[in-house]
């Protein structure tokens, strides 16, 4: 039985009531455990719970939802091993890996020229994720942090990857947007900033957080992630950010241009 089997086994020898305290927990942890056990050696449902110190029901019932939902499936004669979702989340996170390599030179020379904290995302359904900060020289400084998640229309960042999408999917984004986050002239502003090619975002109270946004694109054209400059309102005022929006261009065309865009220009 390995360590982790054995210090399982333990867990299932507590009282009752730690046991229900901690059921989420461990069928978590069971479920990983024989994840890593099948894709490192693939083996039939019984020398797995034997390999991982659970019973055969358990090990049935927690491989079939694995398998259910891809990360597990049946190869031949009935061993058990890593299935396609396994392979399209390392392909995403090789994806995101490559990205914040060949975006990390760009906003670490934006946060350098602007003197602000410079940020990178990218979008998962309708929500953004902050993939990479650089910090900036601000002395009250945005410190948004990687894995960050928010809706698409209350940041900057989230509404330069909002720039293809059509004006039906803007009011839908938008309408499922806190009112404080959602001005009053919001759709002239998303036009106006189609036009520009960069988003100037005046965030609401308390914060009062602005940042200039622009869109990155890949060698298809097509919006792959977005990046900003951030400050506290003091520091980024409008004709700050307007000064700011070819820089913000330059950086973003110059990491389209490595992700293979042809005649990309700030």
Known sequence: MTTTATARAAADDAPEEGRAAKAGTQTLDRGLDLLELAVQDPATVIQLAERSGLSRAIAYR????????GFLAMGPNNQVRG??????????????TDLVALA???LEWLAQESGMSAFMGRREGD???HMLRVPGRERVAVTT???????????GLGKALLLDDSEGSWRRLFGR???AHRRPDWLAEMKAAVARGAVLQCGPAPDHIHSVAAPVRDASGGIVAAINVAAAAPYLDAERMQQLVP???????EIGAALGREGATG
């Open 62 to 69: 927690l491989v079939g939802s694995l398998a259910a939902r």
């Open 83 to 96: 299935g396609r979702q396994l392979l399209r989340l390392r392909h995403l996170v090789q994806d995101q």
């Open 104 to 106: 990390r030179p760009q």
């Open 127 to 129: 929500e953004s994720v």
């Open 145 to 155: 942090q990687p894995g960050t998640r928010r809706r698409l229309g209350e940041t």
């Open 177 to 179: 947007v806190d009112p």
């Open 247 to 253: 820089l913000l261009r330059t950086a973003a065309a």
